[in-house]
């Protein structure tokens, strides 16, 4: 099925692109990942990357051409398709648009200059808005703030990090100046295009730019009114509750501090906030130390505690506690898992197959490959290798379901689930069958690295057509996984159990480990998982079958 490729908004202030180059012409296959164009924004010229997956079907704007975001870019799908319908719909669609877009911008301009008057925003302010980081972003959440007003900012510096659907990315600024505003607090989210930030010179009439952005009318100065005289009043009463940390009251923290503060197991009562009105942010938990005078009145109170104990008649009455709950946001990428599995779950009729393997022989090989210099492979770097050599001989397990078509994938890309502090991403490890086992352990190690530093790109978790989950380091003997869709199976790998077992005869000590398939039956019936799984067993078993 043919996917329209849309002019994409590169840059927070893009309303129209320039094709500077085609990397890709008319009938050239594309993958995942594959650079289509260069497009000159405002600001830069940027390499635009696929998303899909097809042939280069339809050029929209040609080089040297420039288009408004969102204007038909190109056409990407099945060789020999019908697009005629689509370009011409297109085109339909635009023609009808730019006649309304010419009479609502006249409307529009008019009642711009009844609202706004004279009012103009000043020379060197700049608005920033919340930024489209991904191609499905829709909305995005600030975890932290690394500005803060009245700072400094130069161009490059990185305002804020926000939570797309996909990741925690870093946000930089395009602009100098000071940062005169904010206007998306942390932990708050907003739909992309929302003001997320004034940049101008210092002095410069906040409220003017914002009534001017907005139209200025006196109702939407009315309402901002009202919203700072609230703001006011919720400020003032913030002064007063973050004052008394530890007397039981509410803590003001924002939710990536409270997250990374549960992680370390800080209490935030012992935590000084530089935040706005002493709120705690991410930096005061990194650069919190523990004093040992904080121990102390907690050590004196303790033996106080035990004397009055000493000196009163006990009571036998039981113990009495509060219940209470604490409702914590849902982020953007945990929603994204949510919405993701549940589809996969209630839509993919899934079964499971499980299998024990003998795991003597892959400790002795790994024990020879890592006594090499330099050398360094895990037992899941082994495991993904082994899968990837079954996957090409069983091309049945390397599918998708794609409603009246079944997708069969000639390459091999393992997704590899790895946990991070907000949830679970799955980088991808391309054409693993062609991969030696330390190439693979060298992608994996960097590809996770990344995805827990929030480094790693959305090109780098696209494209899976099978997926490893390993939970067996956290010694979990055997589980079931939810099938990563589109693809159309899942292995969920145990731990290597030291335990007795039956060989030629004899009860000896022997290494185990249990993997379990997950398939989806529309695409992989129970023989074809279960001739997998005999393939993949015979690699585990045999490592030197996979140093070939």
């Known amino acids: 099925m043919a996917i329209v490729v849309n002019m994409p908004r590169l840059s927070d202030t893009m309303e129209e692109g320039t094709v500077a180059k085609w990397l890709k012409s008319v009938g050239d296959k594309i993958e995942e990942g594959d650079i289509l164009a260069e497009i000159e924004t405002d600001k830069a010229t ?67 200059n009844e609202e706004q008057g004279s009012g103009e925003v000043p020379e060197g302010v700049e608005i920033v808005k919340m930024p489209r980081l991904s191609d499905t972003m829709e909305e995005g959440t600030v975890a932290s703030w690394l500005k803060k007003v009245g700072d400094d900012v130069e161009e490059g510096d990185i305002l804020a990090e926000i939570e797309t659907d996909k990741a925690t990315m870093e946000f930089e600024s395009f602009y100098s100046g000071k940062l005169l505003y904010i206007g998306i607090q942390e932990g708050e989210s907003s739909p992309v295009d929302a003001v997320l930030a004034v940049i101008g010179p210092e002095g410069t009439d906040v409220d003017a730019v914002l009534n001017n952005k907005s139209g200025g009318s006196k109702k939407s100065s009315a309402g901002e009114t009202k919203k700072e005289e609230s703001k006011s009043t919720d400020t003032a009463e913030k002064k007063e509750v973050a004052k008394p940390v530890n007397d039981g009251e509410r803590i003001f923290a924002s939710p990536l501090a409270k997250k990374i503060a549960a992680d370390k197991g800080i209490d935030l009562a012992s935590v000084s906030g530089s935040g706005d009105n002493g709120r705690i942010i991410k930096k005061d938990i990194e650069n919190f130390t523990p004093s040992a005078a904080t121990a102390a009145p907690a050590a004196s109170a303790s033996v106080k505690v035990d004397n009055a104990i000493a000196s ?216 074809v998982g279960a001739q997998f799984l005999q393939t993949l067993r015979y690699f585990v078993e045999n490592p030197v079958t996979m140093l070939a």
């Open 312 to 527: 009163q008649p006990v009571s036998m009455a039981l113990p009495s506690g509060e219940e209470g709950t604490e409702e914590v946001k849902n982020s953007n990428m945990r929603k994204a898992i949510a919405k993701a599995l549940g589809n996969s779950k209630f839509n993919a009729p899934h079964f499971y197959l499980t299998i024990e393997v003998d795991m003597d022989n892959a400790k002795a090989s790994r024990a020879q490959i890592n006594s090499l210099p330099d050398t360094k492979v895990s037992f899941n770097d082994m495991v993904l290798k082994a899968c990837a050599m079954a996957l090409r001989k069983h091309p049945q397990v390397n599918t998708s379901w794609n409603g009246d078509t079944t997708k069969h994938y000639k390459h091999i890309h393992m997704g590899v689930a790895v946990a991070v502090d907000e949830g679970l991403v799955v980088p991808v490890v391309k054409h693993a069958d062609l991969l030696g086992l330390t190439q693979i352990g060298s992608a994996v190690k960097d590809l996770a690295g990344k995805a827990r530093n929030k480094k790693i790109a959305p090109s780098e978790m696209e494209g899976s057509t099978f997926t490893v989950s390993n939970l067996g380091m956290f010694g979990i003997l055997e589980f079931t996984s939810i099938i990563n869709q589109p693809n159309s199976a899942i292995l969920s790998v145990g731990a290597i159990v030291e335990k007795p077992v039956v060989k030629n005869g004899e009860i000896v000590v022997g290494n185990t480990m249990k993997l379990t398939l997950a398939c989806d039956h529309r695409t992989v019936d129970g023989a």
């Open 46 to 112: 940027m390499e635009f990357e696929s998303f899909n997956e097809g042939t280069l079907l339809h050029i929209g704007i040609k080089e040297g051409d420039t288009a408004p975001v969102d204007s038909l870019l190109a056409i990407i799908g099945d060789e020999g398709e019908d697009i005629s319908s689509l370009i011409n719909g297109v085109g339909e669609a635009s023609t009808s648009e730019d006649s309304s877009e010419e009479a609502s911008a006249t409307e529009s301009s008019s009642d711009d």
